[in-house]
């Protein structure tokens, strides 16, 4: 059985370790090295790193609720219910649903140890709220699980 788990959605697993990890050190990093607020501006107007936390969700939603961190967990413990006990998922499934895990275990330490995000990357030049790796991630597994629906249509 231990061997079939290490053969079967072997994408997925390293993905979600991949994010999980980048995650956390940058996090880290900036916590660290930066005081609350601070920003170091990359490209002037355009890109800094700024450290802020979030009680929220995305833009701020359902700030202050403490209900994202059970999100959290439950949408995790899902994924990795799909990858162990559900169908050999093809690459960009493996990939999708494994980067979305990782975001979503990075945000979700950071909700269970404080009760907030840690977030740091600030694009100024669109006005867009900061944000972090983890939620990169997520959408990089969105995009992926999308490709990965376009090709199935596309071969039917």
Request: glycine share 8%.
């Amino acid at each position: 059985m231990k061997r079939i788990l290490a053969q079967k959605n072997r994408l997925f697993w390293m993905a979600a370790l991949i994010a999980i990890v980048f995650d956390r050190l940058t996090k880290f990093w900036i916590v660290q090295a930066f005081a609350l607020s601070q920003t170091l501006p990359l490209w002037r107007d355009v890109f800094h790193l700024t450290y802020v936390t979030n009680t929220g969700a995305a833009f701020s939603l359902f700030a202050g609720s403490g209900w994202l961190r059970w999100l959290s967990l439950i949408v995790s413990l899902g994924l990795v219910a799909l990858a162990v006990w559900g169908p050999k998922l093809n690459l960009w499934e493996q990939a999708g649903y494994g980067l979305i895990l990782g975001g979503a275990i990075g945000n979700g330490i950071d909700r269970f140890a404080t009760g907030e995000v840690i977030d740091f990357l600030d694009f100024r030049l669109i006005r867009f709220p900061i944000f972090n790796f983890a939620d990169v991630f997520i959408n990089i597994g969105i995009i992926c699980l999308l490709t990965a629906i376009w090709r199935q249509t596309s071969r039917s």
